[in-house]
């Protein structure tokens, strides 16, 4: 696994979580949740291209 795809993937945590607290601080909780989705929605994204890399990796390696 790559390393920077860890460090993106930390970054955009750290940005959520602080920008959740804010929102929550500031009476903003509706917001604040979708700030956390959107966080889990851009992981994934980041995410999806290595999960079609493992499952043809996978494929190739079982002759499918």
Sequence with gaps: MD???IIKIFGVGILVAVSTQILGK????DLALYVTLAGVIIVLLMLVG???D???????????
């Design 50 to 52: 290595r999960i079609g």
């Design 3 to 5: 390393v920077s795809l």
């Design 26 to 29: 500031a009476k903003g909780d």
């Design 54 to 64: 493992l499952l043809n990796t996978v494929k190739s390696t079982f002759g499918f």
